[in-house]
């Protein structure tokens, strides 16, 4: 059953982000699993597209222009935080020599202007390599890549469909 209303398909979106931020959260404070710099940075991005996504189901425009707005402020965070999951992934795959992911993020922006702690994390070694998770033979990042490549796409069908109104005899004459 896929929601057909614009406000419901972003409602949706929405709770997804939100239930999967809600993984992590158990993942790190019932299992013990602690996120590193490239984990905080996925977070954000959820937390940033499920926000989007929450506007754009409460607002639900029915002007096609507003709402192709709300999908291009929406691929912004997916996009954002699929580059740093397949980074994420990259680090995984191949570990720089040291480990040792660094000072924790909320030190280093006291530390550092925020450029330098970006580029800090992107080029992150050590526990950002290390795998303590996986589900069908993906790692945490990797799912997380695929679910913020799939919000994408899920908020761009959403946006460029041409009408939630069903088409009736009188719609078509």
Same mark, same amino acid.
């Given at each position: 059953?896929?929601?057909?209303?614009?406000?419901?398909?972003?409602?949706?979106?929405?709770?997804?982000?939100?239930?999967?931020?809600?993984?992590?959260?158990?993942? %790190? +404070?019932?299992?013990?699993?602690?996120?590193?710099?490239?984990?905080?940075? %996925?977070?954000? =991005?959820?937390?940033?597209?499920?926000?989007? +996504?929450?506007?754009?189901?409460?607002?639900?425009?029915? &002007?096609?222009?507003?709402?192709?707005?709300?999908?291009?402020?929406?691929?912004?965070?997916?996009?954002?935080? =699929?580059?740093?999951?397949?980074?994420?992934?990259?680090? %995984?795959?191949?570990? @720089?020599?040291?480990?040792?992911?660094?000072? @924790?993020?909320?030190?280093?922006? #006291?530390?550092?202007?925020? %450029? &330098?702690?970006?580029?800090?994390?992107?080029? =992150?070694?050590? #526990?950002?390599?290390?795998?303590?998770?996986?589900?069908?033979?993906?790692?945490?990042?990797?799912?997380?890549?695929?679910?913020?490549?799939?919000?994408?796409?899920? =908020?761009?069908?959403?946006?460029?469909?041409? &009408? #939630?109104?069903? +088409?009736?005899?009188?719609?078509?004459?």
């Amino acid at each position: 059953m896929i929601p057909k209303s614009f406000r419901a398909r972003f409602l949706t979106g929405f709770l997804a982000c939100a239930g999967l931020l809600g993984y992590a959260f158990y993942e %790190q +404070f019932s299992r013990g699993v602690e996120p590193c710099n490239f984990c905080i940075l %996925q977070r954000i =991005a959820f937390a940033a597209l499920g926000i989007v +996504f929450l506007i754009g189901g409460l607002v639900a425009p029915k &002007s096609p222009a507003a709402r192709k707005w709300l999908v291009v402020l929406a691929l912004i965070p997916a996009i954002a935080g =699929a580059g740093v999951a397949l980074r994420h992934v990259w680090v %995984q795959i191949y570990p @720089p020599p040291m480990a040792g992911c660094g000072a @924790p993020m909320s030190f280093m922006l #006291d530390m550092m202007p925020v %450029q &330098s702690v970006l580029r800090k994390v992107l080029t =992150a070694s050590g #526990d950002c390599s290390n795998i303590n998770w996986s589900f069908l033979g993906l790692t945490m990042p990797a799912w997380c890549a695929l679910w913020f490549i799939g919000l994408g796409i899920w =908020a761009i069908a959403t946006g460029w469909r041409k &009408s #939630d109104r069903k +088409f009736t005899a009188r719609s078509l004459k």
